[in-house]
């Protein structure tokens, strides 16, 4: 009996020790509970699950072996779910799950970990049922594509150790009491919620004193939450993207052993000096901020720094010698600043320095002594270096080649000059080169790419280098990016290697001086694959013969098609336009030789509608009409035709672009009146049809956008239409060269653009949008350009030409007097109404007018005295009032005598800068005495007024069969404009 008892405990503890190995080893193999089973299907059956991330979870078989579901070993029941979407690098998918989280999770009574961030549960609502699952301690829906207000049910999990709720773009907080109740909390994210409406809570109660990290980005914060200095616990704060501006108290205010610290964008002014105390930090991020001061000399004492961002910051002076005790650094970023001097050699400390970054400052100093420090131990490691837009000079030197995993090297504008060492052939993990803007002469050749098999970018514009290969090269590498703008290449044709590159999103090769034709295996180097943009420039250059159709097979995707940006202008192209595929939305082929009609450009009906934004043809030699097919092109922004020999009307499916906003037509043969169509163009901004034929009045119909309106040296006629006035935007009105009658309209004071100064900062943008997709080498948007008359000659304006304002309505048949409410342009800098029939006085506050550096008032009929008040123009440097009835003294001023005396000539001044003095008891006509002499002029000489067009009238009447034929109308009609005014002139002249 008593063996038996001493059996007992034996096989007692012999079961307990089996049972623990088993548990041990996880060889109990319990399965899942058969209701669990059951809700977890059910919950699936909610989920849009079309990536099949839950493919494993079917009707049959333990669900404990399901992908992300994990059980207890002994009991079977669902402990956690890790739900989390992913991206598969390897083969290019997004694994997400979405659709409605559904309630039956709340029968998993044993859920302690709960994972469904990185998923696109579609703006719904954050679930609140989630907060009955008590047994939670991990919670985790951040970037999960939840909207709305966060549930204060979540205050009910007690047990929770990790939330996060980051990243759900539009959800916010009424209030956060239930925050109180999660005691147990070591990490609170909650990035991008916004607590705008619980920011008092944040001032007068404590955050839960366990948290190990607290993460409150971008969260609409004014004031830091208090009591942050009695989380004793705290290592890891982010408060970026906040608007503290300077109200971080400067000390003691900071938990000590903070071991991160992130304080980007945060609007500061000041360095919090609590930093200081910070003696176990790692990481501080103070990206973009305001501090505008040196560097703080304390900043260099916090030896156990591993990461430091300071970029964005408006720091200056130079960087102190003290940077080398900071020797635990393996990531420095100075960009953005306006830091100078030269790099201290104790650069040579930072032996685990892998990044540096230095772009966008003031240093100086030769380039190969920064590469020297960084040899003496940290060679090893460096990966990125980037040192882009100083003041850096000297040559690179072979020591390059020490650098065995520099994978990032950019020394963009900067002064370096010199050969490329050969030695750059054995960066074999580099990856980007940016060497454009600097002063490298010589010849590149393969040796420098023998062992560049990662490269994958490569920017290397405005050098003087030239590229020698031979004609059956094959590159170690496949380039996204080859920019090659002004080198030379030897053969100068376009390489041959090119065919060998399979994702070339975007190549640069213009002002490069190649040859030849363009062959038609150019288009197939890019697909869809290769990202949202693809880029081919090849402008500037000599290349000629007829450009093959600009499609490929390559560029179609029905579900992710690429922009596609051609741009081939300023070449020697010759025949007919190419055909575009619907992939495209910029097109350049100006300034080259093209001939024939448009027709089969715009009427060409395969792959319709074009996706087509910009078409730049200008500068040939292309004939005909403007075809009647625009219906096709539905996206056109922006279209020039300019300086063709195009003739026929602007057809009426002009119309139909609801989206254009840039029209040129100038200097082709086009006539006809303007259609009435054009209205439905309200996006339209900038027009300009200078130096055809159009005829008829001045619509009254144009949009509300438009900024710049050019009608110069056309067959218009009429008066000025008032209607002109409610173009608030217009910044630019030129309507020279017309037969345009009547009077100034005195409304003119509304157009708003001319009538306020705006700043360089203020002013509005004209730019078009082409393309939403971001690619770091082309600009997205399109900058308007236009060419008017200003100081008396052609000025061509493009990215200043927000700034500009000018108004010309010379060489016209208008009449009357300036209306002083002219001078309330106060933002206008060309004015010009020479040439007309204008009588009166110049306007006596022409001075307000402070903008204005060019006036032009010649041959005129004004009167009277120059106003004094035009003295105040200070920024005038040319002015015309010749052979017009001036009388008097030319005020005083700087800028009135440093004027040639052909700007005075044919009037009745005197004084600098003519010869003709002025007596001193001479008595100008009193303003009185010179209105009653006009007035007597109208009376006493209408009759001489009649006479002169009663004679027009019959020579009109006698002529007519003679203006039945256009050529001689025109013609006629111009000769006649000059018989009236002669009359005209000649009757003020006499009387």
Not at 164 to 190: A, R, T, Y
Not at 540 to 566: C, M, Y
Request: proline letters at 4%; one cysteine or more; hydrophobic letters at 40%.
């Amino acid at each position: 009996m008593d063996r038996v008892m001493r059996v007992v405990p034996l096989l007692s503890f012999l079961c307990i020790a089996s049972i623990t190995l088993s548990l041990c080893n996880g060889n109990l193999n319990v399965p899942c509970q058969q209701n669990e089973r059951q809700t977890l299907l059910m919950f699936k059956k909610d989920l849009n699950d079309s990536s099949n991330l839950l493919s494993s979870w079917v009707a049959e078989g333990d669900c404990c072996t399901w992908t992300g579901v994990a059980c207890d070993n002994l009991t079977g029941h669902v402990r956690e779910l890790h739900l989390a979407g992913y991206f598969d690098e390897e083969i290019g998918e997004l694994h997400i799950l979405g659709g409605k989280v559904n309630r039956f999770l709340l029968n998993l009574k044993h859920l302690t970990y709960l994972d469904l961030s990185y998923n696109d549960f579609g703006g719904g609502q954050f679930p609140s049922f989630l907060g009955s699952l008590k047994g939670l301690r991990y919670l985790n829906l951040s970037d999960a594509g939840f909207n709305g207000t966060v549930p204060h049910q979540l205050g009910n999990l007690s047990s929770l150790r990790y939330l996060d709720l980051s990243w759900n773009f539009g959800s916010k907080v009424e209030n956060l009491e239930w925050l109180s109740s999660l005691s147990q909390l070591k990490h609170l994210g909650m990035t991008l919620v916004d607590l705008t409406n619980a920011s008092h809570w944040l001032q007068v109660n404590t955050l839960p004193s366990l948290l190990v990290e607290l993460h409150l980005q971008d969260c609409e914060l004014y004031h830091m939450p208090s009591g942050i200095a009695n989380l004793t616990s705290l290592k890891v704060l982010d408060l970026s993207g906040n608007h503290f501006n300077s109200t971080i108290p400067q000390v003691n205010t900071l938990p000590s052993l903070l071991v991160e610290l992130h304080l980007s964008a945060c609007e500061l002014y000041h360095m919090p000096s609590g930093i200081a105390n910070l003696t176990s930090l790692k990481v501080l991020d103070l990206f973009d901020n305001y501090f505008n001061s040196t560097i703080p000399q304390w900043l260099y004492s916090l030896n156990h720094l591993e990461s430091l961002h300071l970029s964005s910051n408006d720091f200056h002076g130079e960087i102190s010698s003290s940077l080398g005790n900071l020797t635990a650094l393996v990531d420095l970023s100075l960009s953005d600043n306006q830091l100078e001097g030269e790099i201290p050699n104790s650069l040579g400390n930072l032996c685990k320095l892998t990044s540096f970054g230095l772009s966008s400052n003031n240093f100086r100093g030769r380039v190969s002594e920064i590469f020297e420090s960084l040899s003496s131990c940290s060679f090893g490691q460096i990966d990125s270096l980037q040192l882009s837009d100083n003041n850096f000079s000297g040559h690179l030197s072979d020591q390059l080649r020490i650098f065995k995993n520099l994978r990032n090297l950019r020394l963009s504008n900067n002064s370096i000059s010199g050969p490329i060492p050969m030695s750059l052939g054995n960066l074999s993990c580099l990856q980007y080169l940016s060497i454009d803007h600097n002063s490298f002469e010589g010849v590149v050749s393969e040796v420098h790419f023998t062992n560049l098999t990662r490269l994958s970018t490569f920017h290397a514009n405005e050098n003087s280098l030239t590229l020698k290969t031979s004609p059956d090269w094959v590159p170690p590498f496949q380039l996204s990016t080859l920019s090659l703008s002004s080198w030379r290449l030897d053969p100068s044709q376009l390489p041959a290697w090119l065919q060998s590159q399979k994702h070339l999103s975007y190549l640069n090769m213009s002002g490069t001086g190649i040859s030849g034709t363009i062959p038609a295996w150019l288009w197939n180097i890019s697909s869809a694959e290769d990202g949202p943009e693809i880029i081919m420039d090849l402008s500037r250059n000599q290349l000629s013969g007829k450009v093959p159709n600009i499609a490929s097979t390559h560029w179609l995707d029905d579900f992710n098609p690429p922009e596609v940006v051609i741009l081939l202008g300023s070449n020697q192209f010759n025949g007919s336009l190419p055909l575009v595929s619907s992939a495209v939305i910029a097109l350049d082929l100006s300034n080259s030789s093209f001939s024939g009609t448009l027709s089969h450009f715009f009427c060409d009906r395969s792959d319709v509608p074009k996706n087509l934004r910009v078409l730049l043809l200008d500068n040939n030699l292309l004939t005909g009409e403007i075809p009647d097919c625009l219906l096709h092109w539905p996206n056109l922004t922006v279209v020039n035709l300019e300086n063709n020999n195009l003739t026929g009307k602007i057809p009426s499916s002009i119309g139909d672009l609801l989206s254009l906003q840039s029209l040129h037509l100038r200097n082709n043969n086009l006539s006809g009146e303007l259609p009435v169509c054009l209205q439905n163009c309200r996006k339209l901004m900038s027009l300009d049809l200078r130096a055809n034929k159009f005829v008829g009045s001045i619509p009254i119909w144009f949009g509300q956008s438009l900024v710049v309106l050019i009608l110069r040296s056309n067959m218009f006629q009429g008066t000025i239409p008032d209607e002109l006035c409610s173009l608030t935007k217009l910044q630019i009105l030129d309507l020279a060269h017309n037969n345009l009658s009547g009077t100034i309209p005195r409304c003119f004071q509304k157009l708003s653009s001319m009538a306020t100064k705006f700043s360089s900062e203020e002013a509005p943008s004209i730019e078009f949008i082409i393309s939403h997709a971001y690619i770091y080498q082309f600009s997205k948007s399109y900058t308007e350009n236009a060419v008017f008359v200003a100081k008396g000659r052609e000025v061509k304006y493009g990215t200043v030409l927000r700034l500009v304002a000018s108004l010309d309505l010379s060489r016209n048949m208008l009449f009357g007097e300036i209306p002083e409410e002219l001078t309330n342009l106060i933002n206008l800098q060309t004015l010009n109404l020479s040439n007309n029939l204008l009588t009166g006085r110049i306007p006596s506050k022409i001075g307000d007018m402070g903008a204005l550096e060019s006036l032009d008032l010649s041959v005129n009929q004004l009167s009277g005295e120059i106003s004094p008040s035009i003295s105040n123009l200070t920024f005038l440097n040319h002015l015309n009032l010749s052979y017009n009835n001036l009388t008097g003294q030319i005020p005083k001023s700087t800028q009135l005598q440093s004027f040639d005396f052909s700007s005075y000539a044919g009037n009745k001044l005197c004084g600098p800068p003519l010869e003709e003095r002025c007596s001193t008891n001479e008595a100008m006509p009193p303003v009185g005495d010179e209105k009653h002499s006009e007035g007597h002029l109208l009376e006493d000489g209408g009759f001489y007024l009649s006479l002169g067009l009663g004679f027009a009238f019959g020579f009109w009447v006698v002529l007519g069969s003679l203006l039945s034929n256009v050529p001689w109308s025109n013609a006629f009609s111009q000769f006649q404009n000059r018989i009236v005014k002669k009359f005209y002139a000649a009757i003020v002249e006499r009387y």
